[in-house]
């Protein structure tokens, strides 16, 4: 049996090093590689510390590769589940002029938030992450077949 986790990691890992090189400049790489170098921290932060981690280490744009390489992949179930969280308790931080930084948002965290965000961590771990991990491996790189394409200065 495989373990798409690993071949997930050590696959995506490549696209989100390519970013690193780039210094975070996600215009240096094409559509795909913004998806899977999103894609990769999304699988990393979530199984770390939760949605909460991953929006708040990387932050809206981020997110929107990450959603645009499911809607891609057609991983509906992880989509609906990510889009719900986020108009439902991170959508609200906006435009809040308390915040600095993307990390100043769990300090104004409500209960209900935090519950809605375990919620959708468990869901994650339990029913989503090994299907995403076997439909994005498979989507980049068993049918695109996508390798990392070097940064032009």
Known sequence: MEDYGM???????????KLVDSNGD????DNDEQEIAALWKLFVDINNGGFIQFFCNWGYPCLCYAMRGLERMEDT???????DT?????????????????????????????????A???QFY???????????????HQTLKKTVTPIND
Do not use: Q
């Open 26 to 29: 996600w215009t240096k790489l």
């Open 7 to 17: 071949l997930w990691d050590d696959y995506s890992m490549e696209f989100h090093a």
């Open 86 to 118: 986020y108009y439902a308790v991170l959508e609200k931080f906006k435009d809040d002029t308390r915040l600095t930084a993307y990390w100043d948002i769990p300090e104004y965290l409500t209960d209900e938030d935090e519950e809605r965000l375990n």
């Open 126 to 140: 339990e029913t989503e992450c090994e299907r995403f991990t076997k439909m994005a491996y498979e989507f980049y």
């Open 120 to 122: 959708a961590d468990t």
């Open 77 to 83: 179930s992880l989509y609906d589940l990510l889009s």
